[in-house]
């Protein structure tokens, strides 16, 4: 492959660049062509198809840009249309050849060990990994930099308003009202280009904004709108910012003063990353202030995590800094701590970030970050998990309340989170992680308060949030994504279940575009539909959605057990319990007799009984079991779930049966003369022949839910 430039002269000639004369308008150009959507009645997932083309510039390339113009004086001369293009096609060019030489030591390393016929080094050690930093997925949504501020800083506001004149809700306030103008400013010359059928000679309107006009629209005073100005006002000359990596003073201070009275101000993104990152360094250079704003950071994390699991879990399964006693000793203490069922989540919670040698390739610093952000939480709670199923344990939450644990655990999952933007981490994980699993705990699962906050907002239910976690990191070692909003992209369409012929699958960021469009409807205030299109949305009205919310709402092991089996299902399958509940249902009504049909699989060996009964008793209970036993063995299954459902279709009992199988002489006569399992679309034809009551027309809508005529569907 052909060696790029040197980056140091790409990076100076974007520098020469930036400081042409009317930068700024190409600036506002490229702010709008990349950041801008255009939405029509609803937001839709197409509507975002520019935000996933690799033909746009990220927010850290437009940040750089806009670090370099600074480092001059602003000019703000009008350019004419032809310049103003020139400069955007000259940056887009540089900017790609930047991105070229930043990833060309990875990719020479790797293609000189292929010609050499030696194993490669690892390619993402220190320098290789500048790039998945710099251009890695962004951690948060802007919205959530936005609205989680008050949450984050609201211990601090006394302090705020001492020193900075505005509160962390008032601060709140005034972006998100800047970050509405700008939509309305951008609209307006959108509509003239319609009226004119001409391009503005400048786009730069739609980034400009005085003091008076966001008093006023955010009904905020207009010395407090001047105090958080100042705050977040640049007023240096950027002379720090060398190289890509650098501190870069206009990503703390996203407002540019001109010399009209007006601040420039070019992405939402830009304002509310801010607002959430800038005001811990204001109070970290106050020493006197440093260890409370500290303790406050730490206390958010932890009360942050348990206030959106509490939104799932609800208060009796979610506990707070719990401390592990043996005797007299405290041997571990877990920041968040879930029981549902015979599942445990052990959540250990973060503040750290990734210091700037870091981000510039600084192997050791790296290695640092990593150890004091991410191993150190998951290695406590990796711990506290030992000392849990050791036994022996007391466990006593911060409102001195022993927690009662179940007499047997299936599972612990260990998330280690972090409360700040950490780039690439996902990647950074899959590198870096040492960690170990038993038959119990599973592999760890790491993330930041934004995809926590995502998962519980998308998978609301014990059963849901459970199953997801139990799938994702089941798959940890064969799944390669640029975030872990790809993968929940990923799973809420198709449902995360990885065929075991696949080593490897490698998700693009563009997966997760439902899910954005999603986000964007329920926290953005956009129109359109807050649930993806996929596996909540595909089964709704159907039996099998009925048995799932069933199962949602208790914590009994074996339903929880087979709550996960049943979302771990395809469509075609999920289809087919559907249609075997219906069968069993409408047959019970007419005789009033038991009935059952089973849905086998042959790999793995496996299947569920479904067994429905107008009234619920020891010996069905007792029948149920038996017939799921021998089953189970008939087939040489290692797991096979039994489930007694109503006639109305509601679930009344539920048996779980895990453990391997082996041949067995008794097991042998007792299975002798028994069926093999019938297929549900050998059932469905032969049941509606015999029920002549029931009979349905060639044309009529199938009793699946399908949508489609009977004869497009399980007629067939």
């Excluded at 779930?641 to 539920?654: A, D, E, K, L, Y």
């Amino acid at each position: 492959m052909e060696k790029p430039r040197e980056e140091v002269h790409i990076f100076n000639d974007i520098a020469t660049l930036a400081g042409s004369p009317g930068y700024v308008h190409a600036i506002a150009f490229i702010s709008h062509r990349d950041n801008i959507i255009q939405i029509k009645d609803k937001l839709k997932s197409s509507d975002m198809d520019r935000l996933f083309s690799g033909e746009r510039l990220i927010r850290t390339e437009l940040m750089t840009l806009i670090g370099l113009m600074v480092k001059n004086p602003l000019d703000l001369t009008p350019q004419a249309i032809d310049v103003i293009d020139s400069y955007v096609e000259r940056t887009d060019t540089l900017m790609q050849e930047l991105h070229d030489s930043m990833s060309y030591p990875m990719f020479a390393s790797m293609f000189e060990a292929m010609k050499s016929g030696v194993t490669p080094a690892n390619p993402w050690d220190g320098l290789g990994m500048r790039e998945p930093i710099f251009y890695g997925t962004e951690s948060a949504y802007a919205f959530q930099y936005r609205d989680l501020v008050p949450e984050k800083y609201g211990a601090d506001d006394v302090w705020m308003l001492k020193n900075k004149g505005f509160s962390s809700d008032q601060s709140r306030t005034i972006a998100k009202t800047m970050c509405a103008l700008m939509d309305e400013k951008g609209t307006r010359l959108l509509t003239d280009i319609l009226t004119t059928n001409a391009s503005p000679a400048t786009w730069l309107p739609a980034f400009e904004f005085s003091l008076d006009e966001v008093a006023f629209h955010s009904g905020v005073g207009k010395t407090v709108v001047e105090a958080f100005f100042r705050a977040f006002l640049f007023t240096g000359n950027n002379s720090s910012f060398k190289e890509v990596g650098d501190f870069n003073e206009v990503a703390a201070r996203p407002l540019l003063p001109t010399d009209r009275g007006t601040v420039l101000l070019f992405s939402h993104y830009a304002i509310c990353e801010a607002l959430y990152e800038s005001p811990f360094f204001w109070m970290w250079d106050d020493k006197g202030y440093r260890p409370i704003a500290a303790k406050h950071r730490g206390a958010f994390t932890e009360q942050f995590a348990a206030r959106r699991l509490v939104s799932v879990f609800g208060h009796d399964h979610v506990h707070t800094n719990v401390n592990l006693h043996r005797g007299k000793d405290i041997v571990g203490e877990v920041d968040v701590l879930v029981v549902y069922g015979d599942r445990l989540i052990i959540l250990q919670a973060k503040s750290k970030k990734l210091t700037i040698a870091a981000r510039k390739g600084n192997d050791n610093q790296l290695k640092a970050d990593f150890a004091a952000a991410i191993q150190d939480s998951y290695d406590q709670g990796w711990s506290c998990a030992n000392e849990i199923l050791t036994g022996g344990c007391q466990l006593i939450d911060d409102n001195t309340k022993e927690i009662n644990l179940p007499p047997s655990i299936k599972d612990i999952f260990l998330i280690s989170i972090v409360s700040e933007h950490y780039p690439a981490l996902a990647f950074q994980v899959k590198q870096s992680l040492t960690f170990q699993t038993n038959d119990v705990i599973r592999p760890p699962f790491v993330m930041d308060v934004f995809l926590l906050d995502t998962l519980t907002e998308m998978l609301e239910t014990p059963l849901r949030l459970l199953s997801y976690v139990k799938m994702r990191v089941a798959v940890s070692d064969k799944l390669m994504s640029g975030h872990e909003l790809t993968v929940l992209g990923y799973h809420l369409k198709r449902n995360l279940w990885l065929d075991d012929k696949h080593d490897l699958v490698m998700l693009e960021d563009s997966v997760a575009q439902d899910l954005d469009t999603a986000m964007m409807v329920r926290r953005d205030n956009q129109p359109g539909d807050g649930t993806p299109v996929g596996i909540l949305t595909k089964m709704r009205g159907t039996r099998y959605e009925n048995l799932i919310q069933d199962i949602e709402v208790r914590a009994n092991p074996a339903i929880l057990e087979l709550g996960f089996h049943l979302l771990s299902m395809d469509e075609n399958s999920c289809r087919n319990v559907h249609r075997a509940i219906e069968i069993i249902t409408k047959q019970t009504k007419l005789d009033g007799k038991r009935h059952d049909v089973t849905l086998a699989s042959s790999s793995p060996p496996g299947g569920i009984t479904f067994h429905c009964n107008s009234t619920p008793t020891s010996e069905a209970i007792a029948l149920l079991e038996t017939y799921c036993t021998k089953r189970k063995y008939q087939q040489r299954a290692a797991k096979w779930f039994g489930v007694s459902v109503s006639p109305t279709g509601h679930v009344q009992f539920g048996v779980a049966l895990d453990f391997q199988w082996k041949h067995s002489d008794e097991m042998e006569q007792l299975t002798a003369g028994m069926k093999s399992a019938s297929k549900v679309h050998d059932v469905i034809p032969q049941y509606f022949q015999n029920t002549s009551r029931m009979k349905l027309g060639r044309n009529d809508p199938c009793h699946c839910g399908s949508g489609l005529k009977y004869k497009k569907c399980c007629l067939r």
